[in-house]
């Protein structure tokens, strides 16, 4: 059995140790990760409540 290193820092994994980085960098990585989340999450409701008013736009014209 080879041993792992963590593929970001280079340190030695836990032996059966299932992911290939260490717990500090997944750490790391889940606090990127819910960061990029919630930017997609705002970034997707802006992009839903533009499409709304778009599509209310198109069936309602105040002008007409
Ligand atoms: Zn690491």
Same mark, same amino acid.
């Given at each position: 059995m +080879? =041993? *792992?290193?963590c593929k970001k820092? *280079? /340190?030695?994994l836990p032996? %059966?140790?299932k992911h290939r980085y260490?717990? =500090?960098? /997944? @750490? *790391? *990585?889940?606090? @990127?990760? +819910? +960061?990029? %989340?919630?930017g997609l999450l705002a970034l997707a409701g802006s992009v839903a409540s533009l499409a &709304? &008013? &778009?599509v209310t736009k198109g069936k309602i014209n105040p002008k007409s």
């Open positions: +080879k =041993s *792992q290193f820092c *280079q /340190r030695p032996e %059966g140790y260490c717990e =500090s960098c /997944r @750490n *790391q *990585q889940a606090e @990127n990760l +819910k +960061k990029t %989340g919630k &709304v &008013v &778009v």
